[in-house]
Protein backbone atom coordinates (compact mmCIF):
# COMPACT_ATOMS: atom_id res chain seq x y z
CA UNK A 1 0.00 0.00 0.00
CA UNK A 2 1.64 3.47 -1.27
CA UNK A 3 1.45 5.85 1.77
CA UNK A 4 2.95 9.26 1.19
CA UNK A 5 3.36 11.89 4.25
CA UNK A 6 4.45 15.52 4.18
CA UNK A 7 5.20 17.84 6.31
CA UNK A 8 7.22 21.16 7.47
CA UNK A 9 4.88 23.41 5.99
CA UNK A 10 3.61 26.02 8.57
CA UNK A 11 3.13 30.12 8.34
CA UNK A 12 6.01 32.24 7.30
CA UNK A 13 6.38 35.59 6.28
CA UNK A 14 7.32 36.96 2.56
CA UNK A 15 10.74 36.40 1.49
CA UNK A 16 11.32 33.77 4.26
CA UNK A 17 12.12 29.63 3.91
CA UNK A 18 10.50 26.39 4.44
CA UNK A 19 11.95 23.14 3.75
CA UNK A 20 9.30 20.38 2.68
CA UNK A 21 9.46 16.71 3.67
CA UNK A 22 7.56 13.77 2.02
CA UNK A 23 8.55 9.56 3.58
CA UNK A 24 7.35 7.06 1.03
CA UNK A 25 6.83 3.59 1.76
CA UNK A 26 4.61 0.67 -0.57
CA UNK A 27 6.47 0.81 -3.31
CA UNK A 28 9.92 0.46 -4.85
CA UNK A 29 11.16 3.98 -4.07
CA UNK A 30 14.26 4.62 -5.76
CA UNK A 31 12.61 3.59 -9.01
CA UNK A 32 10.21 5.97 -9.33
CA UNK A 33 10.20 9.76 -10.61
CA UNK A 34 8.51 12.09 -7.87
CA UNK A 35 6.75 15.41 -7.79
CA UNK A 36 5.49 18.52 -5.47
CA UNK A 37 2.60 19.37 -6.07
CA UNK A 38 0.28 22.38 -5.03
CA UNK A 39 -3.23 23.61 -4.76
CA UNK A 40 -4.46 27.13 -3.64
CA UNK A 41 -8.08 27.78 -2.15
CA UNK A 42 -10.02 27.87 -5.26
CA UNK A 43 -7.56 26.83 -7.96
CA UNK A 44 -6.51 23.87 -10.14
CA UNK A 45 -3.68 21.18 -8.87
CA UNK A 46 -0.23 22.87 -10.11
CA UNK A 47 2.68 20.85 -10.93
CA UNK A 48 5.64 22.61 -8.88
CA UNK A 49 9.14 20.65 -9.41
CA UNK A 50 10.08 16.93 -10.14
CA UNK A 51 13.06 14.75 -9.89
CA UNK A 52 14.20 11.91 -11.53
CA UNK A 53 14.63 8.62 -9.41
CA UNK A 54 18.37 8.99 -9.86
CA UNK A 55 18.16 12.56 -8.17
CA UNK A 56 20.38 13.53 -11.19
CA UNK A 57 17.55 15.52 -13.06
CA UNK A 58 15.44 17.90 -12.04
CA UNK A 59 12.57 20.46 -13.36
CA UNK A 60 10.40 23.37 -11.69
CA UNK A 61 7.25 25.35 -12.51
CA UNK A 62 8.63 28.78 -13.89
CA UNK A 63 6.67 30.55 -11.28
CA UNK A 64 9.50 29.23 -8.45
CA UNK A 65 12.35 28.30 -10.66
CA UNK A 66 15.43 29.75 -8.98
CA UNK A 67 13.73 29.69 -5.76
CA UNK A 68 12.41 25.79 -4.77
CA UNK A 69 14.99 22.85 -5.28
CA UNK A 70 13.79 19.18 -5.31
CA UNK A 71 16.02 16.90 -3.83
CA UNK A 72 15.66 13.28 -2.78
CA UNK A 73 17.21 10.21 -0.74
CA UNK A 74 16.61 6.73 -2.27
CA UNK A 75 18.23 5.55 1.28
CA UNK A 76 15.77 7.05 3.23
CA UNK A 77 12.61 7.05 1.09
CA UNK A 78 12.50 10.60 1.40
CA UNK A 79 11.78 13.88 -1.19
CA UNK A 80 12.18 17.52 -0.01
CA UNK A 81 11.35 20.86 -1.50
CA UNK A 82 13.13 23.86 -0.46
CA UNK A 83 11.65 26.74 -0.74
CA UNK A 84 13.24 29.86 -0.43
CA UNK A 85 12.35 33.95 -1.08
CA UNK A 86 8.58 32.75 -0.37
CA UNK A 87 5.98 34.60 -2.23
CA UNK A 88 2.21 35.18 -0.48
CA UNK A 89 1.29 33.65 -4.24
CA UNK A 90 3.05 30.40 -2.94
CA UNK A 91 0.72 29.95 -0.47
CA UNK A 92 -1.28 26.46 -0.75
CA UNK A 93 -1.56 23.25 0.53
CA UNK A 94 1.68 20.75 -0.67
CA UNK A 95 1.73 17.34 -1.90
CA UNK A 96 4.16 15.26 -3.05
CA UNK A 97 3.34 12.01 -5.79
CA UNK A 98 4.83 9.32 -7.59
CA UNK A 99 3.79 9.11 -11.62
CA UNK A 100 1.21 6.62 -12.31
CA UNK A 101 0.24 5.24 -9.18
CA UNK A 102 -2.22 7.54 -8.22
CA UNK A 103 -1.57 7.96 -4.59
CA UNK A 104 -1.62 10.75 -2.86
CA UNK A 105 -1.06 12.14 0.96
CA UNK A 106 -2.59 14.59 3.63
CA UNK A 107 -0.02 16.91 2.28
CA UNK A 108 0.70 20.19 4.03
CA UNK A 109 -0.05 23.42 4.78
CA UNK A 110 1.87 26.48 3.29
CA UNK A 111 0.92 30.19 4.24
CA UNK A 112 2.96 32.96 3.00
CA UNK A 113 2.08 36.30 4.86
CA UNK A 114 2.52 39.72 3.42
Known amino acids: QVQLVESGGGLVQAGGSLRLSCAAS????????MRWYRQAPGKERELVAA????????SYADSVKGRFTISRDNAKNMVYLEMNSLKPDDTAVYYC???????WGQGTQVTVSS
Open 26 to 33: GFTFSTYP
Open 51 to 58: ISSGGTST
Open 97 to 103: TPPRLGS
